[in-house]
């Protein structure tokens, strides 16, 4: 289970216990600020614990919600503008408009993981967003899993969502020719 620096500090009582159950092998620093009593962990569990704001969107929840078959090599993340600036050669960092951070955030079971991730009717606003900044046939390719699973999408949740929206009108127009 991965840890915080104040989780282990509520359980062990101090630094010199937290240091002592690192020697011991009870406990092993993965990141700075994060703890793990299991050698073994994930990078994306990593950086959601170090960045608790932060949220998984684009390439990384389109493999992870089977949209594409493309494995990132680097983890996207979704964070407000304003907030932490993640500092990581493993993560590809996208800014949200201030306020919309945490719309459609959902914590889900994918790949044997808890992941706290975009749902789907946001992960497409996010998309439909980004379009100009994404390679065509990504675009394309994600497009035509959401068409296909187009049953499955609450249009009157991603009116919701995208009240927050600055061009709202022209992102529900494009997933309404493009999606639905």
Do not use: W
Not at 40 to 69: C, F, Q, W
Not at 128 to 151: I, N
């Amino acid at each position: 289970m991965l840890m915080t620096t104040s989780e282990c500090l509520s359980k062990y009582g101090n630094f010199y216990r937290i240091a002592q159950a690192v020697c011991k092998g009870e406990l092993y620093k993965v990141a700075h600020g994060v703890y793990s009593d299991d050698k073994r962990h994930r990078n994306v569990e990593v950086l959601l614990k170090k960045y608790p704001t932060s949220v998984i969107t684009m390439l990384s929840a389109y493999y992870y919600y089977g949209l594409t078959d493309n494995v990132p090599d680097k983890i996207h993340l979704a964070v407000e503008r304003d907030g932490t600036k993640i500092r990581d050669a493993n993560v590809v960092e996208y800014f949200v408009p201030k306020g919309t951070g945490s719309i459609g955030v959902v914590n889900a079971e994918l790949h044997g993981m808890a992941l706290r991730i975009f749902d789907k009717e946001r992960l497409l606003i996010e998309t439909v967003r980004m379009r100009t900044k994404m390679p065509l046939d990504l675009y394309h390719e994600v497009v035509g899993s959401y068409r296909r699973d187009a049953g499955t999408l609450y249009p009157a949740k991603m009116e919701d969502y995208l009240d927050a929206f600055p061009k709202r009108e022209v992102i529900f127009d494009v997933i309404r020719r493009e999606v639905l």
